[in-house]
């Protein structure tokens, strides 16, 4: 499955150099607003150690990571819900993603442009959430439009359908996101296609200086404490560092970390809660033609973990030949594995774990 993350914020808050560090890609960054029109894109890696041992052990001819999208959406401002500054074409790109990434600028310096004249988090989050909110309102009273149209028939589950609209359009008047609102499965199918703005999930990137890294401040505590309140996810990182480590091979990179006094990059950071986040985990398929890490929502089961490697693994399913990444990395391959009892055969029942390594069985 291909993750799609998008990165948004005000402008000059460090969307672009965040993006630019993540992708390698080049995107414009300049200091003044809307320096990015169209949404640049990046496929990023997802860094795991587990591969990169599993390809020592197997030496196959490709070594294949799991990736993430990045979308960097120009910067919102107020108004851009009613097409400010180019608001609905950067809005409906946002419709597009599992994730947003929100950056948030945790730091002073009077040389970069604040586009509200002060560095205030709280009030640039509310900002941000305030324009998703009233996209998803309007989209949402549309729909309540259609359903009173509809229930004049007399429907019994259109007017079910449309008190459940109703009162999502009230909760959104009202300032909240389509996440806090209270609804069954079946209720959400009311407006599930309309794929509201503010019901995805949300991980806050907070950009802070470079010597508050490690230490955070009273800005990423505001952060937090919104974070918490909504149960969103909150990585810290400076943009600035990412861009130099983005420069660097690998050893450099790790040696430049350990100086920090951190052992990950926040761009690791970044991706790994965004895992988290989203509930996913890694699978991974180990010969000597390929060793590749395959992306999963956690609880999948094993006909489904294969389907995501082609259909016919999944239609014609028989059984997976399983090993934890443990007992393969601790006896150095599959046939060792195999010998030593470690190899399971699991069925159609199986939920696949982090980490497994897999064999598919099925019929053509």
Known sequence: MNLKCGIVGLPNVGKSTLFNALSNAGAESANFPFCTIDPNIGLVTVPDSRLNLLCELVTPKLNTPATIEFVDI??????????????????????????????????DDD???????????????????????????????????????EAKSGDKKISAGLAVAEKLASHLESGHTARTFDAESEEKSVYKDLF?????????????????????????????????EFEDGLVMFCAKIEAEIAELDPDEKELFLEELGVNQSGLDRLIRAAYEKLGLITYFTAGPKEVRAWTIKKGTK???????????????????????????SELGSEKAAKE??????????????????????FNV
């Open 111 to 149: 040389d970069i442009i604040h586009v509200e004249g002060s560095v205030d988090p709280g009030r640039d989050i509310r900002i941000i959430e305030d324009e998703l909110i009233l996209k998803d309102l309007e989209s949402v009273e549309k729909r309540v439009d259609k359903l009173k149209k």
């Open 302 to 328: 094993a006909p489904q973990a294969a389907g995501v490697i082609h259909t016919d693994f999944e239609k014609g399913f028989i059984r997976a030949e399983t090993i934890s990444f443990k007992d393969y």
């Open 74 to 107: 120009a910067g919102l401002v107020k108004g851009a819900s009613e097409g400010k500054g180019k608001g609905n074409a950067f809005l409906s790109h946002i419709r597009e993603v599992d994730l947003i990434v929100h950056v948030v600028r945790c730091f």
């Open 340 to 361: 030593a009892g470690k190899m399971r055969q699991e069925g159609k029942e199986y939920a696949v774990q982090d980490g497994d390594v897999m064999l598919f069985r």
């Open 196 to 228: 509201l703005l503010s019901e995805k999930p949300v991980l806050y990137a907070c950009n802070v200086a470079e010597d508050e890294l490690n230490t955070g401040n009273q800005y990423v505590e505001t952060v937090k404490n919104i974070a918490s």
